[in-house]
């Protein structure tokens, strides 16, 4: 449906911008 | 796309997400930037998987 395919959209652009986030976020201690 | 790979790609992308969000939780975080951004991935987290268990039943 419509709004699967947004919903995907939408995580495939989460994900997309996440990578400069992921290596941040592994500066930070536990 | 068909429904199914549609579902498929979901899944994917929520257990890659879901492990960024475990691991921030892990981790002693203190910038309010990235507290937000976490908190916005969590509840797109949240919503995506209200959405695969809608569609799957």
């Given at each position: 449906?419509?709004?699967?395919k947004q919903a995907v959209l939408v995580l495939e652009n989460m994900v997309?911008?996440?990578e400069d986030f992921v290596i941040f976020l592994m500066s930070y201690p536990r | 796309t068909t429904t199914k790979e549609d579902l498929q790609r979901l899944l994917q992308l929520l257990l890659r997400i879901s492990t960024v969000?475990?691991?921030?939780?892990?981790?002693?975080?203190?910038?309010?930037?990235?507290?937000r951004q976490i908190s916005i991935m969590?509840?797109?987290?949240?919503?995506?998987?209200y959405l695969l268990d809608a569609f799957r039943c």
């Open positions: 449906s419509k709004e699967l997309a911008d996440m | 969000v475990e691991e921030a939780e892990g981790r002693r975080i203190e910038n309010r930037a990235m507290v969590r509840e797109q987290m949240f919503r995506g998987y």
